[in-house]
């Protein structure tokens, strides 16, 4: 890491460095074997980041739970493909007793962590529900707050509801964590 120095001109450079350090491309992922949400945000400085875009990855019931897996590997290697990131981020999710698509869920996270490093050589950053909802409010912020809270952070007029708005705040959060990191 760079050190600043009381030096005028030493401190100015030190200063771009940190700028140019912290535009960054970063995915959020929130996964699931019928529908993972994914968003890119690309960082400005100290300014908010800017959505670069956002989506689902929906696989079909009909299809067993390999062939889903396969359709979110295919999905998300095309995503990856596209941007140079910098960072991502996913959803770790928590399941209590009674939830019968946990096992889905988590062989989705198995394939999707598999695939982001396999391709892009960085170690995802994974983030509880709690964790991740902090960035935009609340640990037990609700979907309708999440929505919300990305509305008023990112100056949206319209956003969809499904599992891209719990992506774009994932994302959000992870590169909020890497910029305290620097």
Same mark, same amino acid.
């Given at each position: 890491?760079?050190?600043?120095? /009381?030096v005028s001109w030493?401190?100015?450079?030190?200063?771009?460095? #940190?700028?140019q350090?912290?535009?960054?491309i970063? *995915? @959020?992922?929130?996964? /699931?074997?019928?529908?993972? @949400?994914?968003a890119? *945000?690309?960082s400005?400085?100290k300014?908010?980041?800017?959505i670069?875009?956002y @989506?689902?990855i929906?696989?079909?019931?009909?299809l067993?739970t $390999?062939? #889903?897996l396969?359709?979110i590997e295919?999905d998300l290697?095309? *995503?990856? $493909?596209e941007?140079?990131?910098h @960072?991502i981020?996913?959803?770790?999710?928590f399941f209590? #007793?009674?939830?019968?698509?946990?096992?889905?869920?988590?062989q989705a996270? /198995?394939?999707?962590n598999?695939?982001?490093?396999r391709?892009t050589q960085?170690?995802?950053v994974?983030?509880?529900?709690?964790?991740?909802k #902090?960035?935009?409010g $609340?640990?037990k912020a609700?979907?309708?707050?999440?929505?919300?809270s990305?509305s008023?952070?990112?100056?949206?007029?319209?956003?969809p509801?499904d599992d891209?708005?719990?992506?774009?705040?994932?994302?959000?959060? /992870?590169l909020s964590l890497?910029?305290?990191?620097?």
């Amino acid at each position: 890491h760079t050190r600043c120095s /009381g030096v005028s001109w030493a401190r100015e450079m030190c200063i771009r460095d #940190r700028i140019q350090m912290s535009d960054k491309i970063w *995915l @959020g992922i929130d996964p /699931g074997l019928a529908i993972t @949400g994914w968003a890119i *945000l690309k960082s400005h400085a100290k300014l908010i980041p800017i959505i670069v875009d956002y @989506g689902v990855i929906q696989t079909s019931k009909n299809l067993s739970t $390999s062939q #889903r897996l396969l359709e979110i590997e295919h999905d998300l290697l095309k *995503l990856l $493909s596209e941007f140079n990131f910098h @960072g991502i981020s996913i959803e770790m999710p928590f399941f209590n #007793r009674t939830i019968k698509a946990a096992g889905g869920v988590i062989q989705a996270v /198995g394939v999707i962590n598999l695939v982001c490093y396999r391709e892009t050589q960085i170690e995802p950053v994974f983030l509880h529900q709690a964790s991740w909802k #902090r960035y935009v409010g $609340s640990g037990k912020a609700t979907k309708d707050d999440v929505t919300q809270s990305i509305s008023q952070l990112f100056h949206l007029q319209t956003i969809p509801i499904d599992d891209s708005v719990d992506a774009i705040a994932i994302a959000y959060a /992870g590169l909020s964590l890497s910029l305290i990191h620097i």
